[in-house]
C-alpha cells in the first residue's frame, strides 16, 4: 500500500532513547482512510482534521509509549490503547518500536 500524504513514521524527540520510531501497520493505515472518508462525506474540514489529531498522536507515545491503557487478553504481547478523542487506537510495544495496530471510532462496532 503506498503511503499517505497524512501519514509518517514519527522519530524520538531529542533525548529519548527507550523508543526508536512508530510505525503504522496496513490495517491501522486502511482504518485512517476509511475514518477519513466516512466523515468527509459531512464535513472535508474536520476529516482533514480528524487525520491530523490521529497523525500526531504516535509522536507522545515515542516519548510516553506506556501513555496508554493496557489491553487485556494478548498473551505475551503489550498491546495498550490510547484514547484520542472519541478514537481508539490501539498500539503494540515491540523492543524500541510502536506498533500502531488498529483506529476505531469510540461507539464503532470493531471487527
Not at 503506498?2 to 501497520?25: C, N
Not at 496508554?68 to 518500536?97: N, T
Request: charged share 25%.
Amino acid at each position: 500500500m503506498a503511503a499517505k500524504p497524512w501519514h509518517r513514521q514519527s522519530a524520538a524527540p531529542a533525548g529519548a532513547r527507550l523508543i526508536v520510531q512508530a510505525q503504522w501497520t496496513a490495517k491501522a493505515l486502511i482504518d485512517t482512510e476509511r475514518l477519513y472518508f466516512f466523515l468527509a462525506q459531512y464535513d472535508r474540514d474536520a476529516a482533514l482534521n480528524l487525520v491530523a489529531h490521529l497523525d500526531a498522536a504516535p509522536a507522545k507515545l515515542v516519548a510516553h509509549p506506556r501513555l496508554g491503557e493496557r489491553v487485556e487478553g494478548y498473551v505475551a504481547k503489550e498491546v495498550r490503547k490510547l484514547s484520542i478523542g472519541r478514537y481508539v487506537m490501539h498500539y503494540e510495544i515491540i523492543g524500541d518500536q510502536i506498533l500502531i495496530l488498529r483506529l476505531w471510532h469510540a461507539r464503532e462496532e470493531r471487527r
